[in-house]
């Protein structure tokens, strides 16, 4: 059973997405799954009593948990532990192969959300378990065990914007996710929310494992994602995500993902 598409609506600020209710709708899947998603489609809360790993073939995917926020591009995954909590946000036309494991299969003995580098062959195998319907019961298996073996060798990839508890820091990192390219500093942003930038910055440290620089980054390259999968110009996305020039942008998304956002947007970069 695949949950249901919610509608859109209108743009969901990200450091304000509702936590997930106290009950949640338990979806259980069957089999691999392949499923197109609409630009700013949205999934909402919901977990799974089996692991899943979601692969994006097209557009970029926002995972949401009530700890943060992860995105996936292209040629990435995401391996959600079952029993996790969690929505779903597409960002330009998007394509979601999905493969499910056993609560007793975790090769990467994950607990939270994590976005995962994807070999060529891996990406080969979740293709071809999410295409092939004609696939023989003894090959889906050979294809799994080729699955598990290269979740074994993936690298993680610290694509997660941790939502902090305090209600001082919700409000500040809510202020940027309206406009992430506010240039305001954490002091000017501290009287906006009533608490000094000392304070602000010990508990951006506590809560997030980030400094705030550090933070800010992070939400600047999720949203360029976002406004590159919708159609922006490099240059577009570096100003609506507050980059100082299209140059400290481009450098910036390149040590972030390995490929220059022009390469990324043209689809001939796989980050």
């Known amino acids: 059973m695949n949950p249901p598409v919610a509608d859109p609506g ?16 338990r ?9 197109a998603l609409p630009p700013r489609g949205r999934i909402d809360w919901h ?45 330009g ?44 019961g003894r090959q889906r298996h050979n294809l799994e065990t080729v699955a598990l073996d290269q979740l074994c060798r993936v690298e993680s990839l610290a694509l997660r914007l941790p939502a902090p508890a305090d209600p001082r ?15 305001r500093t954490l002091a000017e942003l501290g ?8 304070t602000l910055s010990r508990l951006f440290r506590e809560q997030t494992g980030m400094t705030f620089p550090q933070w800010r980054g992070q939400l600047r390259l999720h949203h360029s994602l976002t406004l590159l999968a919708g159609g922006a110009s490099v240059t577009e996305a570096a100003a609506a995500s507050g980059f100082r020039s299209p140059s400290a942008f481009i450098e910036a998304f390149r040590q972030a993902f390995g490929v ?9 970069g796989r980050p």
Do not use: K
Not at 62 to 79: C, D
């Open 260 to 268: 220059t956002p022009g390469r990324y947007a043209s689809g001939s």
């Open 10 to 25: 209108p743009r969901e600020p990200r450091c304000r997405r509702p936590a997930p209710a106290t009950s949640v709708l």
């Open 93 to 136: 036309p998007t394509e979601m192969r999905t493969l499910l494991f056993e609560p007793e299969v975790n090769p990467l003995r994950l607990d939270q959300p994590t976005v995962l580098a994807v070999t060529p062959l891996l990406r080969e195998v979740i293709v071809a378990l999410t295409d092939d319907t004609g696939l023989t």
């Open 191 to 198: 009287r906006a929310v009533g608490a000094s930038e000392r």
């Open 27 to 35: 979806l259980d899947l069957e089999g691999w799954t392949l499923r």
């Open 47 to 91: 977990d799974h009593a089996r692991h899943q790993l979601i692969y994006p073939s097209r557009g970029v995917l926002e995972v949401s948990t009530g700890a943060g926020a992860w995105v996936v591009p292209p040629h990435r995954a995401v391996w959600i532990p079952a029993t996790v909590p969690h929505s779903h946000r597409a960002y």
């Open 169 to 183: 820091l919700r409000d500040l990192t809510a202020l940027l996710a309206d406009d992430p390219a506010d240039r």
